[in-house]
């Protein structure tokens, strides 16, 4: 079965770092745009991290540049997300999603939009 599952999440303190991993069973990650998003409790998911399939082209929120860093390794068919300098306002349930036919920016634009692939979430909370 072709699925998405993400690992790496738990609780770390402010100030802390965090990898998420996404890797997919079933099927290759070559050729697909893949996106990092995120939903905080009472709050729409929102685009965190894209990255083209030829790891070329990024995009990044506002909020999380400089401290976030998504990175992919197609032999081993993962996308990580490397998240540091954590504050609270980062805890939230992250998602891997991928697609075969988005742009990067236009993947991260649209948290809502019922790509091919979706990750069943992982916890991440920072907090003292």
């Known amino acids: 079965q072709a699925q998405l599952v993400e690992s790496g999440g738990g609780l770390v303190q402010p100030g802390g770092s965090l990898s998420l991993s996404c890797s997919a069973s079933g099927f290759t990650l070559d050729g697909y745009t893949i996106g990092w998003f995120r939903q905080a409790p009472g709050e729409p998911r929102e685009g965190v991290s894209c990255v083209s399939s030829t790891d070329d082209s990024t995009y990044y929120i506002d909020s999380v540049k400089g401290r976030f860093r998504i990175s992919r390794d197609n032999s081993k068919n993962t996308v990580h997300l490397e998240m540091n300098n954590l504050e609270p306002e980062d805890t939230a349930v992250y998602y891997c999603?991928?697609?075969?036919?988005?742009?990067?920016?236009?993947?991260?634009?649209?948290?809502?939009?019922?790509?091919?692939?979706w990750g069943q979430g992982i916890q991440v909370t920072v907090s003292s």
């Open positions: 999603a991928a697609d075969l036919y988005v742009a990067v920016r236009a993947m991260c634009a649209g948290a809502t939009i019922p790509y091919e692939y």
